[in-house]
Structure formats: C-alpha cells, structure tokens
C-alpha cells in the first residue's frame, strides 16, 4: 500500500515563526501536493511539485514556500506564521501511471498564536 | 478549465436509509474521476474510482457511476450506516503529467441512529 506521512499530526506555533511541514511518500510518485483545508472552503492547493527541485504555485501560495530535494520528500515552508495560517494541511502524492490516482497523509493541524 | 460541483451539506439521514451525493463535473478530454472521504480527524482516503465513461466505481456499499452524457458521477448508497457519516469530496483528474487534481468542497453526511 501507498504511504504517506506527514512529520506532525499537531503543531502549535507562536506568530512569526518559521514553520516547517514535512511530507514522504515510499512510492516513488512523481507528484506531490500540498492542500489546505479550511470548514466551508475545501481543500486549497498551496503548491505541488512534478518532479526533484520542481515547484509550481497551486491557488493560495502566498505565505508560503516549498522544497523538494528528494523524490520522497516534499517541505512546506511557512517564513513567519501568522494567525490566518491556522489551518488543516494535508499533502499528497501522485504517480504518473494508471489512473492518476492521489493519495493522502493524515494532516497536520497547525495553530498559530 | 476543469471543475467539479457538488451538492453542499450536511446532509442529516437516518441509519439504513438511502444516500445520493450528487457530483457533476466540466472537464476537456476524458478525465479520470474519484470520491474521497474524510473521517473526523483524519486525512482523505480514496473511496472509489473511475476511469472511462459507464464505468461503475464501488467499494463499502458505495457506487458511482461515470456518466459522460450527463458529466456527473454522483455517489450513492442503499443503507448508509452511522459509521458512515464523514465529509465526501469528489474529485477528478485529467492524464496530463502536470494537471492538478481538481476537488468539490465536500459534503458533510451525518447518520443518526
């Protein structure tokens, strides 16, 4: 089976911290996402990256950056956290072959102070 | 672009009665489609899938069925139970190496007992 873990399942954070979100997936996906998830908004795309050293902005990047230096790991970086980034984060990875099929980590709830 | 709409919740039923989510989707080219479910407190996991037009995705009790004359993939259940009340999202994807994947913003199903 496809696992993804994400590094924290809660995270409490004091504003203008920098904030790091680790994600790994073993299934040597070539996608990963990160998504937001916030009650009446669904899941937001923050950033995804399509390969190593790739990163494409998703839909509410801002207050964000992302690193991925291995296939396995993808880093959402807050620089300084603020409140509005309370949020659900959750990311997932695809492969490249069959039916695109997308596959997500537990979620880490963060709140910032 | 692509887009998917579902209906919006809650959705409030009694244990044993019967479940429509309505999903409907605008899309170019032949997309693959999928519904998620969010337990409380959990990331998503994929529910069901499918890849081709009158294909019938199922799993748990659950079905849908991709209906490419109505764009729409709603998903359905002959006797939800209490264990079934979580946030559905649908969701789909076209085969292009570096198409995001696009998601409803999830109906919330509660079952009573």
């Known amino acids: 089976d496809v696992k993804v873990t994400q590094s924290s399942r809660y995270l409490v954070k004091r504003t203008g911290e920098k904030v790091f979100l680790e994600c790994v997936q073993d299934m040597d996906h070539e996608n990963m996402f990160w998504y937001r998830q916030d009650p009446g908004l669904g899941l937001r795309l923050i950033y995804f990256s399509y390969d190593v050293k790739m990163k494409e902005k998703g839909d509410i990047p801002e207050g964000y950056s992302v690193s991925r230096e291995k296939k396995e790991r993808f880093s959402l970086i807050l620089e300084s956290a603020s409140t509005n980034q309370t949020s659900m984060y959750l990311c997932?990875?695809?492969?490249?072959?069959?039916?695109?099929?997308?596959?997500f980590g537990p979620g880490t709830r963060l709140t910032v102070l | 672009g692509n887009s998917v709409t579902q209906m919006e919740g809650p959705v409030t039923l009694s244990e044993e009665a019967f479940l429509t989510i309505n999903c409907t989707y605008t899309a170019t080219g032949y997309p693959s489609l999928f519904w998620y479910v969010q337990y409380p407190g959990e990331g998503l996991q994929l529910l069901l899938k499918?890849?081709?037009?009158?294909d019938k995705g199922s799993n748990k009790g659950f079905e849908a069925t991709y209906r490419k004359e109505t764009t729409s993939f709603h998903l359905e259940k002959g006797s939800v139970q209490v264990s079934d009340s979580a946030v559905y999202f649908c969701a789909l994807t076209s085969l292009n190496r570096d198409d995001k994947i696009i998601f409803g913003k999830g109906t919330r199903l509660h079952i009573l007992p």
């Open positions: 499918a890849t081709k037009a009158d």
């Open positions: 997932a990875s695809r492969g490249l072959a069959g039916t695109y099929t997308q596959y």
